[in-house]
């Protein structure tokens, strides 16, 4: 097949795991006679120093002109002064809503092999296979007034948390739809005791629910939650939360895998979350680690396994998808580590050793 793919590599490790991507891509190209068409573009902080904004016109227009996109990461100290009215998450927020990619899907998978590589006890990790869907383009981070200002007793600040029933509806079908295809247990995570959107949320999840009966529906306060997921974690199956508490609650996730640099995304459109095909954005969790840029240690598998959910959600390329799957799980179970999952031993792979490992694998 031939297929258009707008890679935005970002800032900071962006490009460094976007680079491994790439090989993994062309390997897959290679073996199952694929050709894809790799358009590349700016976003975040690179952007604001090349265009003045965080997603120039020009990227917007190379991504809707493509079939998928895989990105890095975006920001880093150089743009963070709070006072600064254009910030690299902005160019986050504007693709997600130009392009209308309203649910962010996560998996969290235990690796065998790296069971020991969390602070956890390694019998809490047993059996842990969860997935987690984020609502991504409304609540407090677009909710409007959203504004800072000086006043006479001091400088305030207001962000507006609004839901309608269509954002949260559509949400809710796609958790409830995904959760019959797995265990059909599904954990709605709310703040309904102090939250209006709260209130509304989890009463829509009640009567959808009837439309599913197949699916157990199960309501968890977002503070609880974020506690269970440590204490219980095999507990949960399927979790769809708002924005905000999605966005926290999946970084929390990154515990059970060994670390943010396992763990993949897909933010999906109407089209591609009903059809397993269409416009898909795809990266890690993990941000921009400005720390340890242009050092060649940073863990690409989080990116691999994201051009994996590409080829799986966007192409609809299953057996590509699951080579490489399984060429991640092989060079883990063959011992090689990168420092974040190295469990206190001395790492025995770059960045681009674990590239070449998996594309090699595959």
Not at 6 to 33: N, Q, R, W
Not at 257 to 267: H, K, W
Request: net charge negative; charged share 25%.
């Amino acid at each position: 097949m031939d297929a258009s793919i707008a890679i935005l590599p970002g800032d900071g490790v962006g490009p460094e795991v976007i680079s491994e991507s790439i090989k993994v891509l062309d390997a897959v190209a290679s073996k199952f006679k694929h050709n894809f068409n790799l358009t590349i573009g700016d976003i975040g902080g690179c952007a604001i120093d090349k265009y003045g904004t965080a997603l120039p016109d020009i990227t917007l227009e190379k991504c809707s002109n493509s079939d998928a996109i895989l990105m890095g990461a975006v920001g880093g100290p150089k743009w963070d002064n709070p006072s600064n009215k254009i910030r690299p998450e902005d160019g986050l927020l504007k693709i997600r809503k130009s392009l209308k990619l309203f649910a962010n899907i996560r998996p969290v998978k235990v690796y065998p092999s790296l069971i020991n590589a969390t602070p956890l006890k390694p019998e809490i990790l047993k059996n842990v296979d969860i997935l987690v869907i984020r609502e991504l383009t409304g609540g407090l981070y677009f909710g409007k007034p959203k504004k800072r200002w000086d006043t006479s007793k001091g400088r305030r600040g207001v962000d507006t948390l609004k839901y309608s029933e269509h954002e949260i509806r559509r949400i809710l079908k796609l958790a409830f739809e995904l959760s019959g295809s797995r265990r059909k247990k599904l954990t709605s995570v709310d703040k309904q005791n102090v939250l209006e959107t709260s209130r509304l949320w989890r009463e829509i999840a009640i009567e959808m629910s009837s439309q599913y009966p197949e699916v157990e529906l199960n309501h968890m306060l977002v503070d609880n939650a974020a506690m269970q997921l440590i204490r219980n974690p095999s507990d949960f199956d399927v979790i769809v939360s708002e924005n905000t508490f999605g966005d926290i609650l999946t970084d929390e996730t990154a515990v059970l895998s060994g670390s943010m640099g396992m763990l993949p995304s897909a933010s999906l459109s109407e089209a591609s979350s009903s059809s397993s095909s269409g416009m898909g954005l795809f990266e890690p969790i993990h941000g921009s680690a400005p720390d340890i840029s242009g050092q060649g240690i940073a863990n690409p598998i989080g990116s691999i396994l994201s051009t994996a959910m590409m080829l799986r959600l966007s192409f609809n390329l299953n057996d590509e998808a699951l080579a490489i799957e399984k060429a991640v799980e092989g060079i883990l179970e063959d011992g090689y580590r990168t420092a974040d999952i190295s469990m206190g031993s001395q790492a025995n792979a770059d960045t681009s050793k674990i590239g070449d490992l998996i594309s090699g694998a595959i």
